[in-house]
């Protein structure tokens, strides 16, 4: 018997997603550079399902049936190039790779090319949801042709994780455009990471709740409009001691957040498309400042001051009913913030779609990452809903029910920004989530005056509010005459 569907790279993700094709009645063909871990995916795995283990890659192809399915689960970068190249060498036109590790979405557009160019079909297709994720059931988005979709997308179907039981992977688009959405997914999940952290750190430090108040506090918010998988395992992260000296787990991790880069991407992605992601812009800053740790270390020494007194909190933080409502504060603002997170991130996939020619339905990618992916939430409906409406013109900020939600609960989101600033506790991303909502919804911004500054020192030009055409002003001339250029 032939495999209908191969996995190269048995590390951590691979054997689990290997296993998970397994479960669902698929033949898998499976290699891995190193046979042991082949061997020990066969040993400790082998009766879960069916499996066809190769010592070499040629042996692999020869296990597939036509056309060949192969999907690449290897390190991130030139082995996954490399792979590609030895698998494309080996298999015939009409044959599929698929690679599932966390590429760059610009290498994807440029493999498919140089892969479609040979007769093969190349699918880059983000995976979301960790190792658990990849055997119980990811979020999938996979790019490539329609063709591949054909032939890969059944399968898929099976092996994602499902929410209100439709399976959470669709065909995002071609070449790089699933690569790119699972970018910005990641981006998105820095935010919300981000977000949640600055909840806490307000709620322990500001109001000084202990760790189980905190994860009862969270516990109780995932029953409402932030039930999510990240706020349920805030509360678990909360709730747990460390083992060795009985503290809270939390007190005992050194303090610097680590990153692999999918955030910077999602970032520097954005600046190149110009469109603002303050809030995982925000996020990944916030991440690197966290690591700087001989900076921070100095900044102990050189005793930076804060506000006084310390305790700006402390009136809130006796008073029950007073402390019950700043709790309630900051839920709100940790739901507009996100809101603005999200309608960012949705921002950056339509004007990557524009600038690379994908067709993205936004509305289905709300409803990929409802199931399996880090960020997934009942929000995520929500988001769905108004994507299908086509309300939201532009932004997800004029979606009736997400302007509702913002305009109710933007009282308690300036309070808390402006507490937080009073105490001298950092909330960078629920500030500029707020500095993006006023500068939208503002109907004059002070882009005038950058726009007078420019035209003095660099003769830049501007456009009048009054009359269409492109005007300079001669600055250094006595008179300051206008003159038309356009
Ligand atoms: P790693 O990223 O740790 O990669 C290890 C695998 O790559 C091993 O199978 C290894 O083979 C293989 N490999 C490395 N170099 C080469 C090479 N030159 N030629 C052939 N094979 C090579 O594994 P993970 O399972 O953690 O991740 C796999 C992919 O999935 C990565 O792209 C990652 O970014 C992505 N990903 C990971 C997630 C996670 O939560 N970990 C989530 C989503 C995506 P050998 O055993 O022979 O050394």
């Given at each position: 018997e032939l495999a209908n569907i191969g996995v190269v790279g048995l590390a951590a993700m691979g054997a689990s997603l290997a296993r998970n094709l397994a479960h669902h009645g698929n033949t898998v063909a499976v290699y891995n550079r190193h046979y042991s871990r082949t061997e020990t995916l066969i040993n400790e795995h082998g009766d879960e399902g069916k499996f066809i283990p190769s010592k070499t890659l040629e042996e692999f192809v020869a296990s597939l049936a036509k056309p060949r399915t192969a999907i690449i689960m290897v390190k991130a970068g030139d082995p996954t190039d490399q792979m590609i190249n030895a698998l494309a060498d080996l298999m015939e036109p009409g044959d599929i790779i698929v690679d599932a590790g966390n590429a760059y979405f610009k290498d994807t557009i440029r493999r498919e090319k140089a892969i479609r160019a040979r007769g093969l079909h190349f699918v880059g297709c983000g995976v979301s949801g960790g190792e658990e994720g990849a055997l119980k059931g990811p979020s999938m988005m996979p790019g490539g042709t329609e063709e591949s979709w054909k032939t890969l997308g059944p399968i898929l179907k099976t092996i994602s994780a499902q929410a209100e039981g439709e399976p959470c992977v669709t065909h995002i688009g071609s070449d790089g455009a699933g690569h790119f959405v699972k970018m910005v997914h990641n981006g998105i999940e820095y935010a919300d990471m981000q977000l949640i952290s600055e909840s806490y750190d307000l709620m322990r430090r500001g109001l000084g709740l202990s760790v189980d108040e905190l994860a009862d506090v969270f516990a109780e918010w995932n029953k409402g409009d932030l039930d999510s998988y990240l706020i349920e395992i805030t509360a678990e992260v909360l709730r747990h001691k460390d083992a060795?000296?009985?503290?809270?787990?939390l007190d005992i991790v050194v303090d610097r957040a680590g990153m692999k880069g999918t955030g910077t991407w999602t970032v520097q992605t954005a600046l190149s498309l110009g469109t603002p992601v303050t809030g995982i812009g925000e996020a990944v800053f916030a991440r690197g400042l966290s690591s700087e740790a001989d900076l921070r270390a100095e900044a102990q020494t050189k005793g930076l001051a804060g506000p006084e007194p310390e305790g700006a909190f402390s009136a809130i933080a006796a008073d029950p009913e007073e402390r019950a409502a700043f709790i309630e504060d900051v839920r709100q603002a940790l739901y507009a913030s996100k809101i603005v997170a999200y309608a960012q991130g949705f921002n950056e996939i339509e004007e990557g779609a524009k600038e690379y020619n994908w067709k993205i339905d936004l509305g289905a990618v709300a409803r990929i990452w409802r199931g399996g992916c880090i960020i997934r939430a009942k929000f995520l409906n929500r988001i769905s809903d108004a994507y299908d409406s086509g309300e939201q013109f532009g932004s997800l900020l004029f979606d009736p029910f997400f302007k509702a939600a913002v305009e109710g609960a933007q009282a308690s989101w300036r309070r808390v920004v402006a507490r937080a600033a009073e105490a001298g506790i950092p909330v960078p991303v629920f500030s500029s989530s707020l500095a993006y909502y006023d500068g939208l919804r503002s109907k004059r911004l002070p882009a005038a005056l950058i726009q007078g500054q420019r035209d003095f020192f660099g003769a830049h030009t501007y456009g009048r509010v009054d009359e269409p055409g492109v005007f300079h002003t001669l600055w250094a001339e006595p008179g300051r005459k206008e003159i038309k250029q356009a």
């Open positions: 060795k000296t009985g503290k809270p787990f």
